[in-house]
């Protein structure tokens, strides 16, 4: 059965970047080889590292004087690699806006003298602060750019404005709308929701800020190491960069970052406008906050949002389960999700709401 599947990750792939994959898996471009077999010291690999790390470049108009990283570990790893790498007067300023954001907050706490400057977990983080004031002294402000569990999103009205560099998690965002790299210090993501498989970790980090981590920081963790090799220190997950490496040449093709951007849009227009005008369906993030890529939503009881969860199931629209923290569903509608499953969902919506009224 075809279906679309509303994981918050990993999340979907373009069907057309499997079919390549597929195509390429057991012999590489003529190699013999897949490339999950592949030396990544052959030229094969070198070729497709290269290009994934130059077309990421372009896609999100990165500077030269940034380095990208491919780095394991998870985005999680980045919540002790920021610190490690970044603290050299040793303090940072957090804003927690959800569950990572805090995670991160808590993590960097070991490491030097961390300042949480504003939460929105009084509101169970419905809202992105506005306004807020960072110390004059620190090494960098950390942000999560889009909220995955609670679907909220920074905006040019949030954005912070600090006399540091602003360092964001944009793993559940990146390459899903248009963002200034250079009003970023660093920027991290974990590829499993809008890029490739899991297994892959993005690091853009602007050159200056390299070179700094503290004499203790584990070789793996340093971004100098992953820069000074082109991250081919040790070896990396090759497979997920040559999915990465796809994603790109897709989005490429498809015009850009700018495009995938009014696809989101409307996408997310859709489902948002359709919950508004429902009374059955709920959705309690500040419209203004709202994330394009993670809707979650609520119907009166639990019981509803149990046998929606599941008569969705039915009908092909899978992993629609909300996290724990939020209950109900979660629509998350990365850019892979085709306009075509997101009116798939607000038709079963249409139809559930009648047969539940
Ligand atoms: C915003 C955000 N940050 C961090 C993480 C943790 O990522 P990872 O599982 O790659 O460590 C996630 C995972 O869902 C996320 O959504």
Known sequence: MKVYNFSAGPGMLPEEVKLEAQKDFVDYKGSGMSVTEMSHRSKWYDEIHMSALNDLRTLMNIPEDYYILFVQGGASQQ????????????KADYVVTGNFSGKAAKEAVKFGDIVVQATSKDKNFTYIPEG??????????HICQNNTIFGSRYTARTYPVANAPIVADMSSMILSEEVDVTKYGLIYAGAQKNVAPAGLTIVIVRKDLVGHERADCPVMLSYKTQADADSLYNT??????YMAGLVFKYLLKLGGVKEIQKINEYKAGLLYDFIDN???YHNYVNPADRSLM???FVCAS?????????????????????HKLVGGMRASIYNAMPVEGVKKLIEFMKKFETENK
Request: hydrophobic share 45%; proline share 7%.
């Open 79 to 90: 919540f002790s690699a920021v610190p490690l790498n970044l603290l050299v007067k040793g």
């Open 278 to 280: 429902s009374d059955f």
């Open 294 to 296: 993670n809707v979650p």
């Open 302 to 322: 639990d019981e509803l949002n149990a046998k929606f969860v599941k008569e969705a199931a039915e009908n092909g629209l899978v992993s629609i389960k909300g």
């Open 132 to 141: 807020v004031r960072f110390r004059d002294d620190i090494d960098y402000v």
């Open 236 to 241: 990396p997950p090759c497979f997920t960069i």
